[in-house]
Every structure is written in C-alpha cells, then in structure tokens.
C-alpha cells in the first residue's frame, strides 16, 4: 500500500518540535519532547504553531496525525520525501507538501528538504525532513506584536513560510546564474578551463529547481482558485505575489537552461573549428615534407650504378625540385583558402 | 475483424485459475480446473476472486467471458497482449486493462505482463499473461478477517491490484535510477568502461514504462471522475493517491530522460575534447620533426658534388639550423595556445 | 478551382465497377461496364455495394455522381490523390476518404492507395485509385447469410471496410519493428553492414503511415461523436475498437521514431569512439618512431667532420637514447591514460 | 503609432488601377487614374472589383479609403507589407490580407507580395504590392455570364481570389518537392555535388510558406464561424475547401522540414562514416612503415663501429624483421576488426 | 517577504519628475522635486501626467505611492526591475508594468529598462529605471491641442506610451535581421570570420526581447478582454493594432530563431566536408609516399652484404617499383572515390 513501507525497526530518534503559542497580545513559545504535551495547548484560546524536524520516528508522528485527524494517507505524503509537491483540501485543515530547497555556503552544497505544511483554523503545522531550516525570520518577525503574523489568519501564516522557501529557490537561481556567467566567460572567452561535470551539474541543479517550482506554480493557482474557509481573501494579493514568482522563476530556469544549450553548442563548434585548424596545419607540413623527403631517400640510397650521383649540377638541380615542388604546393593550399 | 485472429489450432494449455470466495467472516480458496465448476461459486452469498493465468486457450476465456457476460470486443481486449492499458465501464462491471511490469533479479530480467481486470458487484476477475505475479502480498492481506480488502467493496479490491502494479513500476525505476548514477560516475569521472549498448537499454526501459504509465495515469484520471455504481466515493482518496505516484513516475522518467540525454552529449563533448587532445600531440611532434628529418635526408644524399659535406663547420652548423626551427616551431605553437 | 485541373483530355480508361446487391436472403454480384446499368439496381429492396476501381476516367466518375447527388467538391476530393483523410456528413450518406497503405510482398513494394468510402441508407460505395485492394476478406465473409455484414446497417459495413484498412497499418507496423530490430543488432552488436539509407527509408515509412493514421484517429474520432441518423448505435462499440488501434499505431511510431532516433545517436557516438581509438594509435607509433628516424637521419648525414662517427661506443649510446626516448613517451601516454 | 512612417516625401507612382463593373448581364471595364473618377461608379446599380497595384501612393491610397470608409488603421495595415495575415470583420466589409507567394520561373525566383482584400454589399477592393499577379484566370472567368462569380455574391468572388492564392502554395510546395528529391539522390545514393546553401535555402523557402499558410488556416477558420451579414451559407462549403488545402499544406510543410531534418542527420553520418575510412587508411599505412622505416634509418647510419653491418646475414636477417613486423601489424589491425 | 529588500541604507538620489497638466484648451509642464508638489495639481480640474525616472529612492516612492493609493505590493513590483511584465485591475487605477528595450547606437548598447504604467480616471503615472527614455516623441503630440492625446482618456495615453515601447522592438529585431543576412552571407558564402560569439550574441538577444514580449502580448490580451471602466470602447482598435504587432514580433522572433539554428547546423557540416578534404588529402600523400620513402630507405642501409646494390639495373628496377606502387594506389583511391 506504501512505496514506503520501512520494514526494519530500529528505534528512530524522537523528532525536535518546537511549539508557538500566539495572539495579538501573547507569544510563547515551548520546545516538546512528548506528543502527550501538545493537546494541554490545542484548547488554550491561542494560535499554535507546531514545528516537527524529522520524519524518522513513525508512532510519534502518528500520535500527531491522531491529535490534528491527519488521514493515514496525508502521513504518508508528509513522510515519503519522494512525495510531488500539492495542496489538498479537507475539512479540519489545507493540507500542502513542497520542497526546500536551500545552501549555506553556496552552490556546493545544496540541501534539498522535505516540507508539509498544514493550517487549520487556529493551528499551524510544519513538518521537515531536516533540522536546518530557512525560518528563523520568521520566528524573529513572529515577535513583533503589531506584525501581520500575529493579527492575520493562519492563511497569512503558512504564506509567509511558502514566501521563505520561494525566496530560496530565487536565490539558487542567482547563485546557477553567476555560475552560468563564469561558465560563459569561459567558452566565449576562449578560456581553456571549462570542465564538463560543471555544465552537466549545473543542469541538474536547473532540473531539480524545475521539478520543485512546477507542482508549487499549480498548488499557488490552486490556492488561488479555492473557496475554503480557512483562505481568506485578503491573503490572495499576497499568494498572488508568490504565484507570480514561481512563473518568474520558471522562465529564468527556462532561459537559462536555452543558454547552457547554446553554450555547449557554441563549444562543440568551437572544438570542431580548432580541429580544423590543427589538422590544416598537420597535413600542410606533411604533404609538403614527406614527398621531399622521399626524394632526398632516392638520393641517399647506395646503388652501384646511379648516373645522376655523378652528375656535376644534381646537387643545385635537386634544390630548385626541393623549392618549385614546395611552392607549387603552398599554391595549390592558398587556392584552396587552407590559410 | 480481429488484429489476433490466431488460425493455426493447436491444442492450447488450459490456465490456471484459482478462485477466492470471501465476506467479512469468511475466506475459501479453490483450485479451478474447468470453467464448469465457477457457476457454483457465483451464486454464493460472498464476494468472489477469479484469477486466471494464462490467455492462450481461447475456448476456456470465451466460456468464462459467457459467464459473466463479456463482451467479444472486451474478450480480444483481454487476449490481445498488445492492447493500450484502458478503463471502460460496462452495467454488469468495470474493465481495466493494463501492464505488470516488475523483475525477480534485477534489470536484466524484466517481465512484462498483460493483465485485466473486472470488478462487478460481487466479483472480481484477473487475467494474465503469464504465471509468475505480484499479487503474493494481496492474498497474505486476504487473510486478515479485519483488513479492509475483505470489508470494503469490490473496487477496493482492484485498487489494491493495481497499486500493486504501481509499486513495481517504482521499484525498477529506482533500479535504472541507480544505473544512472553509475553511467554518471562513468562518465563525469571519466572511467573508461562505458558501454553504449547499456545507454541504448536504458532508454529502451524507459520508453516501456512510460508508455505503460500514461495510459494508467488516463485510466485512474477516469476512474476519479466515474460515477458508476460499483465505483465508491470511499475508495476515491486511494485512487488519487495511485494517481499520484503515476503523476511521479511520469516525472522521474522525463527527468531521468533528460539525464541520460545530457550524459550522452557531455559524452560527444568529451570525445571531441580528447580528439582534440591527441591531434595537436600527433601535429606538434610531426610538425617539428618531418621538416628536420628532411634536412637531415639531404645531407644524407650521395651526390658526388655537395660543396657542404666538405666544409669544416657544416655539421655544427646543421644543428644550430635544427635548434632554431625547433624553438620557432614552439614558440608559434604557444601563441596559439596548443599546449 | 482545383488543385486537380488536368488539362490534357486523352481517353481515360474506364474503371472497373463491381456492384453487389445483398439483404439477408439475397447476394448478386454484377460487373458494371456502364454507369447507366446501376441505376436499375438501386430501385431493388436490398443494399447495394458498388466498389469503384479507378479514377482516371472523370465523365464516369461525374455520372456515379450524378446518380448520388455527390457534390463537385465531394467529387473532387474523391478524385484528389493527395486530400487528407476526412469525414463529411451529408444527408443522403456519410462521405469518408482516408489511405489504404498495405504491401504484397514486403517492405521493399509499398502500395499506398487513396480511398473514398460513401455509405447512404441503402447503399455503401467505394472508390480506389488502384486495381489492388485488401477486401477479400470481405467478398468472403458477405457470402456468409447469418453474417453481420448481411444483417447490420452500411456503417457496420463501412466499419468492417475500415478495419480492413487499419489491420494492414499494424502489418506495416510489425514489419518495420522487425527491421528496426535488424538495425539496432547491426549498431548495438556492431556489425558493420549499417546502410545509411535504410535508415533513411525507414523513418519514411513511419512518417507516411503517421501522416494517414492521425486524419484517420480524428475521423473515427468524429465518428464516434456523430448523431447522423446513419451512424447507429449499435456499431459504435466496433468504432471504439478500431479508434484505440489508430491510438496504438501512433503510438508505436512515435516509440519506433524514439528508437530510430536513439539508435542513430548511439551509432554517431561509437563513431567517434572508434575514430578516437583509431586516431590514438596513430599518434602514439607516429610520436614515438618520428623523432627516432629524425636521430637515425642525423647519423646518416655525410659530413666529413662530423666527431660522433669516429666515436667507439656511439652506437650502443644511440641505442640507449632510442630505448629511453620510446620508455619515456609510452609512460607519457600512460600516464594520459591512452591506453 | 505607426512602424511605417516614411519621413521622406518624394513623388510616389500613381498605382495601377483596373475597375471591374459586373452583373449576371453586364461586364465593362476601366482603366482609373485618378481618384476622383471611383465615385461615379460606385452608385451604379451593379458589383464593383476595385483592383490596385501599387501601395507607395499615400494620398491616392487615403483618398481610397475615405470612398470606402476604411479606418487609418485598417489602411496601415493594406499598407504595411509586414503585416500578418488576419481578418477582421467591420460593418461596411470583411477586411482580409494575405501573402501571394509564386513564380514565374522556378524557385530561383519567388515573388512574395503583400494583398489586401476588402468585400462590401457590392464591392470588392484587392490591394496589391507589386504590379505583376495571380488573377488572369480570374478575369477570363469574369467574361462568363453563366459563371458563379458573377451569379453569386462578393464573398464567394473573395474566395475566388483566395483560392488563386492557396494554389500558388501548392505550387511552390511541389517545387520544393522536386529539390527535395534530387537532395535525396545525392544525399542517399552518395553524388558529391551536395551543396549546403541549398539545404539551407530551401529550409528557408519552408518557412516562409509557412509563415503565410498558417494566419491563413486561422483566416478560414474564422471565415467558416462567422456570421457576418456578407459571408453567406452558400459559400461556407468553399472556403471549407481551402481551410483543407491550408491544413493539408502545413502537413507537407512539416514533412518536407523533418525529410531536410532527416536528409542532413544521414549527411553528417555519412561524412563521420568517411572520416573513419579515411584515418584508418592512414593509420594502418603509418603504423607499419614508419616503424619500419625508422629501422631501415638505423642501418642507414654511418658510425664507424656498428657490427651488424659487417655481418654476412644481416640483410636476409632485417627482411625477416621487416615482414614480420608487418605481419603483426596486419593480424592487430585485422583483430581490432578495422579492415 | 520581498525579493528586494536593500539592507544598506545610503542616501539615495531623489528621482527626476516631470507633471504635464493638460485639457483639450492647457498644457503646463511642472518640475517636480518634492513629492509634496504633487497633491496640488491633482484637485485642478485637468488631467495629470507624472513622470518618474528613477527607483532608487525609496521613501519618495512610497510618498508618491500613498498620494495615489498604492498598495505596498504593486510598489514591490514598480521597484523590482525584474518584475515580470504584467497588468492589474485596481478600483483606482489599472496597472502595467513592462520592459523598455531600446538602443541609441546599434545592437552593441542595449538599454533594457523597467517600466509601469498607471492609469486612472485622471492621472497617469510613468515609472521609468533609468534617464534616458524614448518618449520625446510623446511630448511633442501632446503640444498638438487637437491630437487625440489631448481629447481622449487616459487609457489612450497609455495606449500611446505602449506603442512606443513596441516601436523599439521592431527596431531592434530589424537589426537583428541585419546582423544575421551578414552572418549569412558568412556561413553560405564562406567568409572565413565568423565569430561564434556574435552568434551567441544574437541569440542572447533574441531571448531577451522574446522574454518581454511574451507577458505583453498577454498583457494586450488581458486589456482588450477587459471591462474596468477606465478602458473605453474606443481604445479597443488601438489596442488591437500593438496587440498584433506584438503577434508578429514573437513570430519574427521564433523565425529568426530558427535562422540562427539552421545556420548553425550548416556551419557545422561545413566543418566535416573541409575536415573530411584536408584528412583525405593527408592520407592520400601519406599513403603514397610513405611505403616510397621506406623502400627508398632500405637501399640507403649500409650493411656490407646486400647484393641488389651490386646489380646493373637496380636503380631503373627500383624507379619501376617506385611509379607502379603510385600508380596503384591512386587508382585505389580513385575507385573509393577519394577524389
Ligand atoms: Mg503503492
Ligand atoms: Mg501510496
Ligand atoms: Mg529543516
Ligand atoms: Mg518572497
Ligand atoms: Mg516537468
Ligand atoms: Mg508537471
Ligand atoms: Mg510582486
Ligand atoms: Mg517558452
Ligand atoms: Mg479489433
Ligand atoms: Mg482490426
Ligand atoms: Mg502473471
Ligand atoms: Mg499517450
Ligand atoms: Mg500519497
Ligand atoms: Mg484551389
Ligand atoms: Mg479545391
Ligand atoms: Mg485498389
Ligand atoms: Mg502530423
Ligand atoms: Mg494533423
Ligand atoms: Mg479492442
Ligand atoms: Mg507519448
Ligand atoms: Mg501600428
Ligand atoms: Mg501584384
Ligand atoms: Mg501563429
Ligand atoms: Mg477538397
Ligand atoms: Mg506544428
Ligand atoms: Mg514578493
Ligand atoms: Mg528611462
Ligand atoms: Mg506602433
Ligand atoms: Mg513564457
Ligand atoms: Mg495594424
Ligand atoms: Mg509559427
């Protein structure tokens, strides 16, 4: 029934949950260690923000599907990190899977993550795949009490946590076109250091953006389109900003997958025009030596009986075949347009 | 009237056919050896498996296909081993036609199946091209008295056929996803041991399974939106979750598609790259020396006359000539930047 | 008006007729030597087939025209070799003209023939452009008086003419695949007897039959949708079936396009595999041995002075400096990784 | 606001101007060189045919359309021969423009020109570029009393002159055809004389019908749907034969593009396939002599002290070496499958 | 939450403002430095053009966005140079943003500039990134009180900045056309300076101005299927007109896309036929001379014991052997066609 099924059972370390308590006037927060802690929260007159990092420890996050009535089969869309990015509807919550995908220290090193995001009417849910994360300005914005995070919906919310994770993508794109340029320099330029992992790494890294941004590009039109009554209308200027940078973002990809295209294309004729080049040179140097050479072998045999050997002008005579054989045959490239 | 009109009348095996009857309290297996015995079955109060392997004797299928009132057209649909994967909803059933593909030892081995499925109100019936299949796991499931494929309608029974199907089109696309990586590191790091046969393959199993998969995407996409009777809105959340992967495995394939396709044009790349390489070494070597070789051929004539040979600082001479050509040689090769 | 206006008026031949009149008791067979004999048959109680072979002779054509209200544009489009498949609803009949592309004695005798199928209430006509055809079949199987052919409506017989026509694309088929299996033995296996243009051939072939089949796909399409009172229902459960072989042709040829292409590839890359290899050998015995000879020919100079002769181990020094010059360049080579 | 803004105003030729009065019993004919003379005509009781060569004339063009009511924007676009092909439906007329596209002497040299046609109530205006044009045939067709163009209404005399136009297309296309072929023959049966500027020009030639053909198709089909009070029933079975002829050209404009396509792929594998030839000539003939000759260069050497050359058998003995050698090179080359 | 955010914060300059009043009777211009400048000449009972030419300062930009009722999003996407063009309906205003690309001084100074336009009831306001901008013309109009920039609405105005801008495209496409018949004539005709970065370049080019006009054509799309009250009737054929020029500027692009293409490929098996002549002609000497020189070189040995040396008729008998092997060999190539 699952792609996923983990048939062994070793004992899979308990996830880090950190947990907010907000309002207009209230921010709290709370790091848990046990899903029997979440409920004593949930019926507090507060927005809750629950964040879970780590994926590993199936009873733990089954206990909270139980709490928040997560159907088996959305567990396992947040669990399997494979899972496409989408949005879906039910009646408790809007249920949204997508990909993070960010650097440190750039392109190097790219982590690439699983994210779930659920938002009910006063609760928020967000589930990684892996510790880091790109959220830290939110919890610092979290803390400003006149913020629109604390006075809007829990839409408003996860917004904002979409509008981070596209924020990175756009940054990546950066980063792939900085390279991109170097790479450029390097073909046009004629310099001689252009390794090819780096154009086939490159394109992965455009694929893997693509494969992200496409599923995100249909759930943002999606949210768009829906007429649920946890999405509010005043969020959809803001989704409809996010909405418009996925399409950027697809067109730079895009545009600069065409450029790599170009680039590589531009290189092999490169390669094929020195070729040429090296070849002409090659095959005017031995068309040219190799006949004269043969001639002064003739000479240099040891035969008995050579009248020209004796011959008292063979020597001049021989130069002047050397010479008009030689010009005779740089005509003959000349005309040809080899140089 | 028929593409498999089969005129030579051989006497063909009789397939195999076992048949389940199950309800909630219930689980009987019988062994089938002749289409007689299956009348019997049908009129029992419980629902009924009927899995026949083997689709070359016709005149067994066409008794079955009286049984249950299967169309001629439907009949060829199911003995035709070439037929498009489809779904077409009948009063007495649902049809659905399409590919097991999956592996017992790995990439070298794979099988590919024809299979059909009929679910009625109370029966399901499941053709096959040939013994082996991938239904062990299903009647393991069976045999749990509480599992839902013994409480829940007949349509739940064929989503776990088909899910079944889906899991090993995963499998193998994990398989060739692995073959990648190794045709990857043979080319990126330049390991020597490629074979293009293995990128020709690799691309021939994509290609099966993608044409199996789309017509199964269309078929689940219809499935989703059917309001037959047998179909239940209940079932309805399994089958977008099959929907899904065959969404996925789409992906994967254009992707890994996509991969090989860059890996074969870095390939050319490096080839020429490489030509490039051994060319300017044949060249420069050649270059310098087929010209000095000739100088020393004419020194080496036997002419009786050759004022030079007698000079006292000829062969000193001859070698500054020697040096000089060499150097100039280099020095125009490294303006170039052949090396 | 016409793309068609022949303007020289030789005597055209005239074309063969057959016209059978059948119903559930009755089969006639008449040959038609004059168009004014078949007026007498449509007035009988029975269905009338008359099947035209030729399409040379207009005055004839514009006679059998005349007798079934065809309108000149009809006409011309049964007369215009090159028209596109289509299917035009009138109301006296139901106008469908498509290719029939079938072979006699293999891949090297294609005969591609265009057909024009009319089928009224009482009468099916038919128009070829060749004496050949594929309905033999059919003569045989209207013999037959509890036939459906006898009993149903002219679009079950239309339909069975149609299903003649598409069942000789999936022989073409099956021939090409067995080529294209000839071909990528001959390029996986290299075998070194690839013909260019068979390559070539082929991939015309596929594009000749995509050309008729996706005009065919669309008709059987527009078919499929029709309310004309002579398109009954009965017969659309057949339509379906030949629709989902026209979508199977397709998709065959764009897979056997896919491979074709591959193949071609895979082929241009063990090219320049090959010439790498080849181009390496040839640098490596030129690199080596042309400086060699060049020393050889300097010590083959006939200077008088020249001290190195006189010397005692000069040869045995000179053999040193050969072995260590071939050691050193067969380790440069190595370490290249050349060989 | 206009891309055609000419600042320089020289004295522009008055266009040619032929005016046609037709009706089922009447046919004069007028040569206008002025303007002025238009009005006269226009409130007879019968069909006009305005037809002017020559688009450089702004103030007669202006003047134009001030009789007839044609907007400055509508009169820019009779007057931009980069126009795209479109119609556009006003009250007073159906505005179309299109490209002619023909020769008088093969595809050397094609004449494109930009039309315009307008057809009122009672009036139908052509606007051409260039003096020279398609229409002879339709001013014979005009003497005919009994003939459709002057029976039936301006929309059908408009489709009348479209129809000239498509055919033209045909033309061409069958042209190219025929270069097509003799591009095969050379490509296929191996001719020499392949020059690539044709591919190129021909390439060129595709796309440029196919720049017209396809606003045409979107013309016809518009045409078909409209339900404008000038476009009439009668008609529609008409322009539904030209809307084919412009899907059937785009089907042979794409196959003829894939055939270059194909044409040129096979090229470059065959010349690949030459090159390989060629090395291996001369890496087999280098690979043997140039060690051998390095040999014969040893013994060619004149030190003093060099043994072998005193021995008796040293002659027979280097033969041995030399054919040997030879013999081993022979069997490597032949194992390596290179001959 | 923006894309944007400057975290350094200089002192940025004010940018340039021009406000034109203007009525069918008045025409003021006004130099605006301060934004509180602006509030006065909004309740006058003209219409109001405002000018900003500058995006870097952002506090003068969020005054002039509260003065018309900005939302902070919509100044993000004036800010943001790149911001995909686009428009939106707001009650007070419609909203464009869009790319200026123009050039003063040929392809070599491609100024891209980020433009939005608003426009409401009566004011419109002009963002511009940069100085310079290509509106001079604009100005000039506007001075014509009887034009229609004085009579009609702002959504004409608008109108009239766009058509500028498209203008520039054309422009630029023009000399883009320009520089590919050159790069033409330097492929077909075999001019040997081609730079492949000029063909990089161009498609570079090409990209950029087809990446801007994509999202206007869709913006002209949305404006003439919009019903927002301050886009009248009347504007609607002007609309239209850019509308199409904007059709025919992406097929333009798409064709000359193909061009480059084309001429790319022709390029590159130009390269093989020169390659595949300098390798034959190599070969052919090679082949020939160097078996000569090798014979030649067996007779210039010196062992003492080599009777041929003795004999009368050596040398003769060798010249035999010497012209019989040429001859040979180039009948060879002669029948394998090499030359
Ligand atoms: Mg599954
Ligand atoms: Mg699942
Ligand atoms: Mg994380
Ligand atoms: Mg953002
Ligand atoms: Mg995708
Ligand atoms: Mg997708
Ligand atoms: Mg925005
Ligand atoms: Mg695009
Ligand atoms: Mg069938
Ligand atoms: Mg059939
Ligand atoms: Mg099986
Ligand atoms: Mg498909
Ligand atoms: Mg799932
Ligand atoms: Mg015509
Ligand atoms: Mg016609
Ligand atoms: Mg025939
Ligand atoms: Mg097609
Ligand atoms: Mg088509
Ligand atoms: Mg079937
Ligand atoms: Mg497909
Ligand atoms: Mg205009
Ligand atoms: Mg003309
Ligand atoms: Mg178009
Ligand atoms: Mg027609
Ligand atoms: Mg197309
Ligand atoms: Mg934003
Ligand atoms: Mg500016
Ligand atoms: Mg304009
Ligand atoms: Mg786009
Ligand atoms: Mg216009
Ligand atoms: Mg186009």
């Known amino acids: 029934m699952s792609v996923l099924n983990n048939t062994d059972e070793q004992i899979k370390p308990v996830p880090v949950m950190e947990l907010y308590l907000f309002g207009e006037n209230t921010l709290e927060k709370h790091h848990i260690t046990s899903t029997s802690q ?6 507090q007159p507060y927005k809750l923000w629950l964040n879970v990092c780590g994926l590993d420890n199936a009873p733990i996050l089954q206990d909270i599907a139980k709490i928040f009535s ?4 959305t567990l396992e869309d947040i669990q399997n990190t494979n899972q496409r990015p989408k949005l879906e509807e039910f009646d408790e919550f809007v249920f949204i899977t997508a990909k993070m995908i960010f650097t440190k220290s750039g392109l190097e090193e790219i982590i690439t993550e699983h994210i779930s995001l659920l938002f009910g009417h006063h609760f928020i849910i967000s589930f990684q795949e892996k510790p880091d994360d790109i959220f830290d300005a939110i919890r610092v914005r979290l803390e400003n009490p006149s913020g629109k995070m604390r006075k809007l919906g829990t839409d408003y919310f996860t917004y904002t946590l ?5 924020d990175q993508y756009y940054k990546l794109i950066e980063l792939i076109g900085e390279r991109n340029e170097v790479l450029e320099d390097g073909i046009i330029g004629d310099n001689k250091n252009i390794k090819l992992a780096d154009i086939y790494l490159h394109r992965k890294a455009l694929q893997d953006i693509r494969k992200s941004t496409w599923p995100l590009r249909e759930i943002l039109s999606a ?7 946890f999405i509010k209308k005043k969020t959809s200027v803001f989704i409809n900003d996010i909405y418009e940078h996925t399409v950027e ?4 990809l895009e545009l600069q997958r065409e450029t790599i295209t170009s680039l590589v294309e531009i290189y092999m004729t490169h390669l094929s025009i020195k070729q040429n080049e090296v070849m002409k040179t090659l095959t005017i140097i031995a068309t040219i030596f190799i006949p004269l050479t043969f001639i002064a072998g003739i000479y240099g045999m040891n035969f008995k009986v050579m009248p020209e050997l004796e011959w008292k002008y063979s020597y001049p005579l021989i ?15 000349k005309k040809k347009r080899w140089f």
């Not at 979440?38 to 019926?43: F, G, K, P, R, V």
């Open 70 to 73: 997560i159907h088996p089969l």
């Open 319 to 333: 130069w002047i075949i050397f010479i008009t054989t030689t010009i005779a045959m740089l005509y003959y490239f």
């Open 162 to 166: 979409l509008d981070m994770v596209v």
């Open 38 to 43: 979440i409920s004593q929260y949930i019926t």
């Open 249 to 252: 973002i697809l067109e730079s």
């Open 223 to 229: 949210w768009k389109k829906s007429d649920h009554p």
